[in-house]
């Protein structure tokens, strides 16, 4: 069975530090990969996706940044984290192609001091 | 871009009573998927509709999709304080990357 995992559960971190939280999923090969931020009070936006090792597509400019450096590996990133930052991240998964639903982690939770 | 709209926004109801949660759609629904989330915990994937008229069950709730495909529903029956959480529908928009669009949400909140 497949399954996804997300690191860390929670971060606290100050305004300006980096960030890199880790995504990665075992039991099936070449899926798409997303990365969600939920605000408070707020829906699911759409961060980043990617079909393919090496392939990312943003859908909001922002100062994140998203990697695939393995086929399974989904990585989020910033240079230097800003109040706005702060929220709740989700990745998530799906088989290739077609009407499939997305899995998700558990979620990262970023409070940013 | 195709917009999802839930409601209610939150719903409180008492334990055993029915009650239904919808998500309408902007544009037709190529795919529609309910999602269930626990406060701070990932979204736990339910059930999928794509055809019109389609309907799918699973314990005590039940997930329909209309003729049109512009709207679907949510009924739970005979709530229990399990049920309690965030439901979301979330829509294939058919774009590069099959990424889904959400609503907002519904909060459910059951009383023993």
């Known amino acids: 069975s497949q399954t996804i995992h997300q690191w860390p559960a929670t971060l606290v971190q100050p305004v300006g530090s980096p960030l890199s939280l880790e995504c990665t999923v075992e039991g099936t090969s070449n899926p798409n990969l997303y990365w969600y931020r939920q605000a408070a009070g707020r829906g699911l936006q759409l961060l980043f996706y990617?079909?393919?090792?090496?392939?990312i597509s943003s859908e909001v400019p922002q100062n994140l940044s998203a990697s695939r450096p393995q086929d399974r590996q989904f990585i989020l990133s910033s240079k230097k984290l800003l109040l706005s930052d702060s929220g709740f991240y989700l990745c998530?998964?799906?088989?290739?192609?077609?009407?499939?639903?997305?899995?998700f982690g558990d979620g990262t939770r970023l409070s940013i001091l | 871009s195709q917009e999802l709209e839930q409601s209610p926004q939150s719903l409180i109801v008492q334990e055993g009573k029915n009650l239904t949660i919808n998500c309408t759609s902007s544009?037709?629904?190529?795919?529609l998927y309910w999602y269930k989330q626990k406060y701070g915990e990932g979204l736990i994937f339910l059930m999928m509709l794509q055809k019109g008229g389609e309907e799918k069950s699973h314990e005590k709730i039940t997930a329909k999709l209309d003729e049109k495909k512009q709207q679907s529903s949510l009924h739970i029956t005979a709530s229990q304080p399990s049920h309690a959480g965030i439901y979301l529908c979330g829509a294939d928009t058919r774009y590069a990357g099959n990424m889904l669009t959400f609503g907002g949400g519904t909060r459910l909140m059951v009383k023993p």
């Open positions: 998530a998964w799906k088989r290739g192609e077609g009407n499939q639903p997305q899995h």
């Open positions: 544009k037709t629904l190529y795919g």
């Open positions: 990617s079909v393919g090792i090496g392939q």
